[in-house]
């Protein structure tokens, strides 16, 4: 069974960093497969942050987060990153991994974060 475990949430002023990880268990990796991040804020759709394939060869951000955000993985160890950079208030949202495996999509449980201003 495929398992999604993000970490990495918390409460940061704006302005600040955080890093997002998840932990991908239960499934090995093909260089095919999308993994990447979206976030739901309240009252607001869920939206995608930003992907990648595991191959590396495609990589897409937000217009939102473009310059500020990186997507990153290790594939060895099945887990897909987002550093944070230049955290603003309308970052805060509920942050969830999602993979695309084989035409099958997974969702983690979510991670909050929240940005002070």
């Known amino acids: 069974q495929v398992q999604l475990v993000e970490a990495g949430g918390g409460l940061v002023q704006a302005g600040g960093s955080l890093r997002l990880s998840c932990v991908a268990s239960?499934?090995?990796?093909?260089?095919?497969?999308?993994m990447g991040w979206y976030r739901q804020a309240p009252g607001k759709q869920r939206e995608m942050v930003a992907t990648?394939?595991?191959?590396?060869?495609?990589?897409n951000y937000a217009n939102s987060v473009q310059g500020r955000f990186t997507i990153s993985r290790d594939n060895a160890k099945n887990t897909v990153y987002l550093q944070m950079n230049s955290l603003k208030p309308e970052d805060t949202a509920v942050y969830y991994c999602?993979?695309?495996?084989?035409?099958?999509?997974?969702w983690g449980q979510g991670t909050q974060v929240t940005v002070s201003s």
């Open positions: 990648t394939m595991i191959s590396g060869g495609t990589t």
């Open positions: 999602r993979a695309l495996l084989r035409a099958r999509i997974y």
């Open positions: 239960g499934t090995t990796l093909f260089s095919s497969d999308v």
